[in-house]
C-alpha cells in the first residue's frame, strides 16, 4: 500500500464515521418527524419565556395535546430556585410544570420523558426546545399502549432562567422507586443528537436499543468543567437514573429570532424521536430496579456501533496504551531508529505542537472578529456558514504540524554533524539501517523518528493523565496510542507490510481523534476551534510514521496560504443578508430616580456598567428616557435586635413585567423569597411575579440598608427614537428599570 493511499484510506475513514454520526432522513419508522414538526409550528409561533402571555398560551397548547392522548394531565405549580452554586444574583421564579402521567400494568418505577417549553426572551424556540417537546409528545402517542412501568411526562417552565422548573418538580416530587429521565435539549438548529451525560446503568439499554447512537463519555467530563447546564442537572442531583441529549450544529441560530420552525433540521428531530422512543419502549417493559447497581462507564461511538465498558477498566487501558507506547521507543531505540533523548525532544516538540494548535483554534474567532466586527456580537461564536473557516482551521493545524517537524528535523541534523554519524554512532550515509530500507519507501528515522515517537508517548500520556483527572474521557487519546503503538511493532517485524499494518493501527485514531475535531466544530468556532485543532494535531502526530518524510519546502508556504485563501472566501461567502441577518446584542437601563438611561453592549467595560447593568462586562452610551417604572418596594415588618436587622418586604411589579429584582449592596444577607431559603446572597432576581408582589425576608447588619430593586421586560419598541437596525435582529431584548433606595431602620 503506497503512503497516499494509506492517507487517503485515512481519511475516507474520518468521511465514514461522520456519515454514521450524520442524522437520518425522514424514515419509515413509527416516530414521524413530519408529525412532530406540527407541534414545533404550534409551540414556535413566537417567543414565549417564563411569566409571558405566550408562555401561557403555550402551556395551554401542551396540557389539551396530552390530554388528547389520554395521559392525566396537571399543571403544577410552585416556586423554583437556581440549583447551581452562584457568587452573583441568584434566579428564583414561579414556574409552572405541566406533568401527565400513563400508569404501567405492573410498575416497578417510573420513565419521565422530559422537555422544557419555554424560550428565551427574542426567540421562538423551535429547536430550543419545541424540538424536544415535539419529540416527547410524538413519542408519548408512539409508545405500546400497555407498558409495564409508568410514563410521566415532564414539560418544564423556566429553564432558560435557571433549571427553575425542573428543580420545583424535582423538590416536590420524591418517588418511590427507580425514576429514569430522558432529557431532550438543543443548542444549534441541526446536527447529531449527542447523548453526552449519562447515569444509573442506562448506557447499555441505550446502546442496544437506539437505532441512531451518538453518545461519548467524554463530553460528560468536559460539561462537568463548563458553566453551561441543562434540567438533568437536577434530575442528577436528585439520584434520578437519566440520558441527556442534544443537538448542537448550526450554533448562529441558538437564542435569536431564526430559531423558528423553518430552519430546524427534520433529520435531527427524526433521530432525537427515533432514539427516544426505542430506548423508552426498552425501559418501559424492564424491571427497572436493576439499572441503579451498575456502575459508571466508559462510552463512545464508533461506525456501526456504541462501544462501552465498565469505567474501573479506564486506567488499566489507559496504563497499557503508555506501557505499549513506551515499548515501542525501546525497541526502534534497540534498530538505531530513535535515542532516548530524541524520543524526549520529540515528546517536549509535539508537546509545543498541541499547544500553537490549541492557540490557533482560540485564535481564529477573534481574528475573524478583527476581520469582520459584526462577528463579535454573534451569540454563540459561530457564524452562519462556518466551513471554509473550519477548513482553514485544519488547514492551518496542519501547517503547524508540519512546521514542528521540519523544525525538528533541521535540530535532528545539527545534532548529528557533519560526519554522517547517528547518535548512536551507526553510520547514516548508505540506504540500509537494520534492514530498513531509507529512501522513502520505509520510515525515515533519521528525520521524523523523535518526533513521530514522541507524539506516540504524547497521544499515550494524555490518555493515562485523563484517567486519573477527568474520567470517562481517556478513551479518545488511550486507545488511538495503544492501537498506533502495535502498528509501529508490526511494521518493525515486517518491514514489507510496515505501511499497511501503521494503517490498520492508526484507523481508531481516525475514528476517534479525526471524529472528534470535526464533530467539536459544531459547538461552535469560538469553543470549538480550541477542541479540534489540538485532537487533529494530535492525529497528524500519530500519522508521521505514514509520512515518512519531512514537507518539501514549498508544502509548508502553500498550506499557509490556502489557509489565508479559505478564510478569504469564507469572509465572501459569509456575507450578511436578510436570510442571514447581523445580530444586535443590545440592552437598554434606566435609573428611575435619577432619570439617567444607557444602552449597553457586551464586549467592553464602562465604569457605569455594574450601577446599570448589575456587572461589569457592557460598553454603556447615553440613551433617551423611556416611560419605564421600577418596581414598589413596601416594609411590611423591621426589627432589630443584638446588631442583627431583620425586614420583611415586599417587592410588586409595575404593570406585568415578567422579572422583578432585588439586590443589596455592600453585603450579602441571608434571604428568604416567595418561602424559599436562599442562604446568604448578593440578591435575587424573580421570574414570573405574581400580580400581588413577592414578600421577601432579609437578615442583614443593623443599620441602614441599601437596597436596588429592578424590573426587566423584554419589548425594546418602548424606547423612543429606537429601531433594530436595518439587516439585523434583535438578540435577547432586555430593559432594566431600577431605583435604588436607602431604607433606615424603624425607630
Known amino acids: 500500500m503506497s503512503r497516499v493511499l494509506s492517507l487517503l484510506a485515512l481519511a475516507v475513514l474520518v468521511a465514514v464515521t461522520m456519515f454514521d454520526l450524520a442524522p437520518p432522513g425522514s424514515g419509515a419508522t413509527d416516530f414521524s418527524a413530519a408529525r412532530a414538526f406540527e407541534d414545533v409550528r404550534a409551540v414556535a409561533r413566537e417567543p414565549h419565556p417564563t411569566g409571558s402571555p405566550a408562555n401561557d398560551r403555550v402551556r395551554e397548547h401542551l396540557v389539551a395535546r396530552l390530554k388528547s392522548l389520554g395521559f392525566d394531565t396537571r399543571v403544577q405549580e410552585g416556586v423554583g430556585v437556581l440549583p447551581l452554586p452562584y457568587a ?42 419545541g424540538a424536544g417537546i415535539a419529540a416527547v409528545l410524538e413519542v408519548a402517542r408512539t409508545l405500546p399502549p400497555k407498558l409495564r412501568n409508568d410514563v410521566v411526562v415532564l414539560l418544564t417552565d423556566g429553564e432558560e432562567a435557571g433549571l427553575l422548573g425542573a428543580e420545583s418538580f424535582a423538590r416536590q416530587n420524591r418517588f418511590d422507586g427507580p425514576v429514569v429521565v430522558l432529557n431532550h435539549e438543543a443548542r444549534g438548529v441541526r446536527g447529531t443528537v449527542q ?76 433521530q432525537m424521536g427515533d432514539n427516544t422512543l426505542a430506548v423508552a419502549s426498552a425501559l418501559g417493559s424492564r424491571d427497572l430496579g436493576g439499572l441503579a447497581s451498575a456502575g459508571e462507564s466508559v462510552f463512545f461511538t464508533v461506525p456501526g456501533m456504541l ?126 539501517l537494520d534492514g530498513q530500507v531509507l529512501d522513502g519507501r520505509g520510515f525515515d528515522g533519521r528525520v521524523l523518528g523523535g518526533l513521530a515517537a514522541g507524539g506516540l508517548l504524547l497521544v499515550a500520556l494524555l490518555g493515562l493523565v485523563s484517567a486519573l483527572l477527568l474520567p470517562g474521557g481517556s478513551h ?37 481523534l479525526g471524529g472528534t475535531a470535526l464533530t467539536s466544530l459544531d459547538i461552535g468556532l469560538g469553543i470549538g476551534g480550541m477542541l479540534s485543532a489540538p485532537h487533529f494535531a494530535l492525529l497528524l502526530l500519530l500519522a508521521l510514521p505514514v509520512v515518512a518524510r519531512p514537507p518539501g ?36 437601563a434606566i435609573d428611575t430616580g435619577t432619570g439617567e438611561a444607557r444602552w449597553g453592549r457586551p464586549g467592553g467595560d464602562s465604569a457605569d456598567s455594574v450601577r446599570f447593568f448589575g456587572g461589569p462586562g457592557m460598553a454603556t452610551s447615553r440613551a433617551p428616557v423611556a416611560p419605564l417604572r421600577a418596581p414598589e418596594l413596601a416594609v411590611l415588618k423591621d426589627t432589630t435586635s443584638g446588631g442583627v436587622r431583620t425586614m420583611t418586604l415586599r417587592l410588586t411589579p409595575s404593570g406585568a413585567a ?42 442583614l447588619r443593623a443599620g441602614e440598608a441599601k437596597i436596588r430593586v429592578y424590573q426587566q421586560e423584554y419589548d425594546m419598541s418602548v424606547i423612543p427614537g429606537y429601531r433594530v437596525p436595518e439587516g439585523s435582529v434583535q438578540v435577547r431584548p432586555r430593559t432594566t428599570a431600577f431605583l435604588t433606595k436607602i431604607v433606615a431602620p424603624a425607630r
Open 307 to 432: 462501544v462501552r465498558y465498565p469505567g474501573w477498566l479506564e486506567l488499566p487501558v489507559a496504563g497499557l496504551s503508555f506501557v505499549v507506547a513506551l515499548a515501542v521507543v525501546f525497541v526502534v531505540r534497540r534498530r538505531g531508529l530513535v535515542s532516548w533523548p530524541r524520543a524526549l525532544a520529540g515528546l517536549g516538540v509535539s508537546l509545543v505542537t498541541v499547544v500553537l494548535a490549541g492557540a490557533w483554534g482560540y485564535a481564529l474567532w477573534p481574528l475573524l472578529g478583527l476581520l469582520r466586527p459584526d462577528y463579535t456580537m454573534m451569540f454563540t461564536g459561530d457564524p452562519y456558514r462556518p466551513w471554509l473557516y473550519w477548513a482553514a482551521l485544519l488547514v492551518f493545524t496542519a501547517a503547524i504540524v508540519l512546521a514542528c517537524a521540519s523544525l525538528s528535523r533541521r535540530r535532528s541534523m545539527k545534532a548529528r554533524g557533519r560526519d554522517g554519524r547517528a547518535l548512536d554512532g551507526r553510520a547514516l550515509d548508505g540506504q540500509v
Open 195 to 270: 447523548m453526552f451525560r449519562s447515569s444509573g446503568g442506562l448506557i447499555d439499554v441505550y446502546g442496544t436499543a437506539a437505532p441512531h447512537p451518538a453518545a461519548d463519555s467524554a463530553f460528560a467530563s468536559l460539561m462537568g468543567l463548563l458553566p453551561n447546564n441543562t434540567d438533568f442537572h437536577v434530575f442528577d442531583q436528585a439520584r434520578w437514573m437519566g440520558l441527556d441529549s442534544a443537538f448542537v450544529g448550526g450554533g448562529a441560530y441558538y437564542h435569536t429570532p431564526l430559531d423558528d420552525p423553518a430552519h430546524l433540521d427534520r433529520g435531527s428531530l427524526q
Open 88 to 129: 452573583g444574583t441568584t434566579a428564583v421564579g414561579r414556574v409552572r410544570n405541566v406533568v401527565a402521567t400513563r400508569p404501567g400494568t405492573a410498575s416497578t418505577g417510573r420513565i419521565i420523558l422530559a422537555a422544557h417549553y419555554d424560550s428565551v426572551p427574542g426567540a421562538p424556540g423551535a429547536a430550543d426546545d
Open 658 to 699: 415578567p422579572m422583578v429584582g432585588l439586590e443589596v449592596e455592600g453585603q450579602r444577607p441571608k434571604m428568604t423569597v416567595a418561602g424559599r431559603e436562599l442562604g446568604e446572597r448578593v440578591g435575587f432576581a424573580f421570574h414570573a411575579p405574581p400580580a400581588g408582589g413577592v414578600e421577601v425576608t432579609l437578615t
Open 553 to 588: 519546502r514549498t508544502v509548508l508556504p502553500g498550506l499557509a496560504v490556502a489557509a489565508v485563501a479559505l478564510i478569504a472566501a469564507g469572509l465572501f461567502a459569509d456575507r450578511f443578508d436578510p436570510a442571514h441577518p447581523r445580530q444586535e446584542r443590545v440592552a437598554y
Open 476 to 512: 479518545v487519546f488511550a486507545w488511538p496510542a495503544l492501537f498506533a503503538a502495535l502498528g509501529w511493532l508490526v511494521s518493525l517485524m515486517v518491514p514489507r507490510g510496515g505501511v499497511v499494518a501503521l494503517t490498520i493501527g492508526l484507523a481508531p485514531a481516525a475514528v476517534m
